[in-house]
């Protein structure tokens, strides 16, 4: 069993649809949750990032983290089509976090 | 800033050959990693290095090597290419003192091994 689970999809949504993208995880030590997005042919960029639990919202996007059900989730408003890529979910422990755990990405595709 | 650079972006090897893939970042990084990426596997780590001069494996090593000679440049060398190589390479850099360690990746290197 993986330590990060995450569907690959494909998730395809109409435009304007609310998204919801989800990760689960074993491993408790993980302290640092993140969503990195990766375009087509691109490397990945950081979205979002969360410490321990809780929700962060930045705009359109909404991060939670629920550490008692180790399931993280991001959440993407009035979806656009240009906000079809890969969603990567990352996590690391407090004392290496410079190491990531990955999981393997869930391919989104929004529909005008 | 060029941020994280990747060079050659493509290469098409033949079983047994070797190649080495350059990444270089301008953003004074302590932290470099270079990553595989398959489908359906998601990113997963080769090497890193932790300063100039350091490296250590990450969760798939075997058939690769690393150099950090200089901050700015982490080389990643296959000695004897195999089929089973053939993925897309990325090199990230991270800031040490970030809690959030993000890293910056670079655009990918694409590698055929026939």
């Known amino acids: 069993q993986k330590e990060v689970e995450q569907d690959p999809g494909p998730l395809s949504v109409p435009e304007g649809a609310i998204v919801s993208l989800n990760c689960t995880y074993s491993?408790?030590?993980?302290?640092?949750f993140m969503w990195y997005r990766q375009y087509s042919r691109k490397g990945p960029e950081l979205l979002m990032y969360?410490?321990s639990s809780g929700n962060k919202e930045d705009g359109r996007f909404t991060a939670q983290v629920d550490k008692s059900s180790k399931y993280i989730s991001l959440f993407i408003r009035d979806s656009q089509p240009s906000d079809s890529a890969t969603y990567l979910c990352?996590?690391?422990?407090?004392?290496?976090?410079?190491?990531?755990?990955w999981g393997a990405g869930t391919k989104l595709i929004i529909k005008p | 800033n060029a941020g994280v650079t990747q060079t050659p972006k493509f290469r098409v090897l033949k079983t047994g050959q070797s190649m080495t893939l350059l990444c270089a970042q301008d953003?004074?990084?302590?932290?470099m990693y270079w990553y595989r990426q398959d489908p359906g596997m998601g990113l997963r780590l080769i090497h890193y290095?932790?300063?100039?001069?350091?490296?250590a494996k990450g969760e798939v090593p075997d058939g690769y090597n690393v150099s950090r000679l200089k901050k700015q440049n982490f080389l990643l060398g296959l000695e004897s290419a195999a089929p089973s190589q053939t993925s897309v390479y990325f090199c990230?850099?991270?800031?040490?003192?970030?809690?959030?360690?993000?890293?910056?990746f670079g655009p990918g290197t694409r590698l055929t091994v026939l």
């Open positions: 990230a850099s991270s800031y040490w003192r970030e809690l959030n360690n993000e890293q910056f």
């Open positions: 953003m004074n990084h302590e932290y």
């Open positions: 290095s932790v300063g100039e001069g350091t490296t």
């Open positions: 491993n408790s030590a993980f302290q640092y």
């Open positions: 969360t410490y």
């Open positions: 990352a996590m690391s422990e407090v004392d290496s976090n410079y190491q990531l755990i």
